[in-house]
């Protein structure tokens, strides 16, 4: 059933370790945005909201664009990281765990949010009584609670990077080894005749990766939601 070729395995090989790095560094970026959007008033905060959520309503091509001319060998921007710190994002899986955390990034941010703004403030509000300044209440009162919706973040980001498909060919194109995912693989698959077959295999994979992920979601978010209440 999965008798799939070397280059097929380093696809979803590949796949996971972009969707698992562009979670985790998006992970730290998302959280703070949530508080600011969950708990901020500020000027621009609409704006905020929009541009977070702008990768969810753009075409995924039109993103990978945006990021070949800003972060690209020749835009100004990749050029400088390329030349002053060797950093260079276009063409290579990084850009790939790039694009994927872009696009990944408002159902993370989202689900963060939501959780944030269902904690009872009252919780704040006695951990502050009690001497606690706001960086101290936010990691040991309002992180913890909302630890079952930053799992479901993580997770939903990630099955969100693992398929993303769009942003990722027009930023790194879809080089074998190097930026080629299951997504990519999939659709070069099904460009040569008897490829279906092998396609349908990466599209198992794809699902059973997904399924394990939510279940994980699931599982880890009851329990951390049973400890917060002491069971």
Known sequence: MFDLSPQDWTAVALSLRVAAVSTVIALPFGIIIAMLLARGSFWGKSLLDAAVHLPLVLPPVVTGYLLLISLGRKAPLGAFLA????????????????ACGIMAFPLLVRAIRLSIEAIDRRFEDAAATLGANRGWTFITVTLPLALPGIIAGMMLAFARALGE?????????N????????????????????????????????VVICVVALLASEWLAKRAAARLHGA
């Not at 659709?187 to 990466?202: C, E, F, H, T």
């Open 175 to 206: 080089i074998p080894g190097e930026t080629q995912t299951i997504s990519a693989a999939i659709y070069s698959l099904i460009q040569v005749p008897g490829g279906d077959a092998d396609a349908l295999k990466l599209v198992v994979i794809s």
């Open 165 to 173: 498909f769009g942003a990722t060919i027009t930023f790194v194109s």
């Open 83 to 98: 030349d002053h710190f060797g950093i260079v994002f276009s063409f290579r899986w990084t850009g790939a765990a790039v």
